[in-house]
């Protein structure tokens, strides 16, 4: 069965201060790693996919990164509006196209 | 060009009785993913259609249902509502290949009382 871990639950930045938010998964051939954040009341924004080890994926202060066991998003320089949840989530192979997600990483950024 | 439209955006009923949600893809968009979103258990799969065809389904009880128009609007459906049923219902459409993400809807937020 496939999963997908993210750490840490929470995680609270000073404006300017970068961090990772990291995404572990098990997924019997990956066909894609998804990233997407989520404002409350609103449903989850698409960010990424990346489809390989050693790719990356770049936009804004974003840079997502995988590898075969792992997925990181670094932000750079993180600003209050990049306040959300960031969700992953993967996608195997074969005949079901499901998405498979993790429970999400809160971020907030103070001023 | 428009998102993903689901309607009703919340939504409020009884034990025991049942419910439609409905979601209007993107234009374009011939798949139709459906999922649950609770606080506990995230986002769970209900069921994906393609062409009014259900493609893959989730581990959800018989008690949820979907189908899928020629103009590939969705309904969902729950029968015999549970309190345990009370989640974000959120409708995702995407091209036939998703490389480029699914576009979610803002949701439809039930209630169960």
């Known amino acids: 069965e496939d999963q997908v871990t993210q750490s840490p639950e929470a995680l609270r930045l000073q404006e300017g201060e970068s961090s990772s938010l990291n995404c572990s998964y098990t997924v019997s051939g990956l066909r894609g790693l998804f990233w997407y954040r989520q404002d409350p009341g609103k449903g989850p924004e698409f960010l990424f996919t990346?489809?390989?080890a050693g790719e990356e994926k770049e936009k804004e202060r974003l840079k997502a990164t995988l590898t075969k066991k792992e997925s990181f998003l670094h932000i750079t320089a993180p600003k209050p509006e990049d306040s959300a949840t960031y969700l992953c989530?993967?996608?195997?192979?074969?005949?079901?196209?499901?998405?498979?997600f993790g429970k999400g990483i809160t971020l907030s950024v103070r001023p | 060009k428009a998102g993903v439209t689901q309607t009703p955006r919340y939504l409020i009923k009884t034990r025991g009785q049942q419910v439609t949600l409905s979601c209007s893809p993107i234009?374009?968009?011939?798949?139709v993913s459906w999922y649950q979103q609770t606080p506990g258990q995230g986002l769970q799969f209900l069921f994906e259609y393609f062409s009014e065809t259900q493609r893959n389904k989730g581990n959800f009880p018989g008690r949820f249902s979907g189908r899928q128009f020629s103009n590939s609007r969705s309904e969902m459906n729950v029968s015999t509502l549970e309190l345990g049923d009370s989640a974000l219902y959120l409708c995702a459409s995407t091209l036939q290949d998703p490389r480029e993400g699914y576009t979610f809807g803002s949701g439809t937020r039930l209630t169960v009382v």
């Open positions: 234009s374009g968009h011939r798949s």
């Open positions: 990346l489809y390989s």
């Open positions: 989530a993967v996608q195997a192979g074969g005949a079901n196209s499901k998405l498979t």
